[in-house]
């Protein structure tokens, strides 16, 4: 039996730009068009955090590069597109003009969906546990519920959770309070 031949970051950007594809452990995933509830989450969590993509200092929050649909290239082998994510401006003072950025994000935001609920969940946290990214939400419409994970080694622990109609203070963000009914697109 021949071995299946694991694709790279050279087969990812070979595809045409239209293309939304992820790798993930050397497989190309194929993406559909998000659904309208999903890119209305998408929406209203850049619009919540973007006093925070700003230089920083002065009178408020900031220090950030807060990105949508931000493609991140992990491994040879793992390479994901967020929906959102985010960096802290000493880690990565300029944007990068790349597809797939080589930085690893300090935030990363999934939205769930019926067709990436279990990709989102299982696949995709254990390359960003691997990867140390500090912190990983999990928005999940349907539920109406968001979710705050924090890395550790041993692996991400929830802590905590916010669902429609709560104010709440979401790590790294928490210098703010956000209405999680705005998040989820309400």
């Avoid at 590069?65 to 491994?75: C, D, F, K, M, P």
Wanted: proline letters at 6%; a negative charge.
């Amino acid at each position: 039996m021949d071995a299946k031949k694991l694709a790279t970051m050279d087969d990812l950007l070979s595809l045409p730009d239209e293309q939304r594809a992820e790798l993930i452990n050397g497989e190309l995933i194929y993406h559909s068009q998000p659904l309208p509830r999903h890119g209305s989450a998408q929406r209203a969590v850049g619009s919540a955090l973007d006093l925070f993509h700003r230089k920083g200092g002065g009178d408020g929050p900031g220090g950030w590069w807060i990105l949508t649909e931000a493609g991140v290239r992990y491994s040879v082998r793992n390479a994901c597109i967020h929906d959102l994510a985010g960096w802290r401006r000493e880690r990565m003072p300029e944007l990068l003009d790349e597809h797939y950025v080589p930085v690893i994000p300090d935030w990363v935001c999934e939205i769930l969906s019926p067709s990436n609920r279990s990709h989102d969940l299982v696949r995709k946290k254990a390359i960003l546990h691997q990867a140390q990214v500090p912190y990983y939400w999990i928005i999940d419409p349907s539920d109406k519920i968001i979710s705050v994970h924090r890395w550790q080694a041993d692996g991400y622990v929830n802590t905590i959770n916010g669902v429609a109609g709560e104010r709440v203070k979401l790590p790294p963000f928490a210098e703010v309070e956000i209405d999680v009914s705005y998040l989820l697109g309400d």
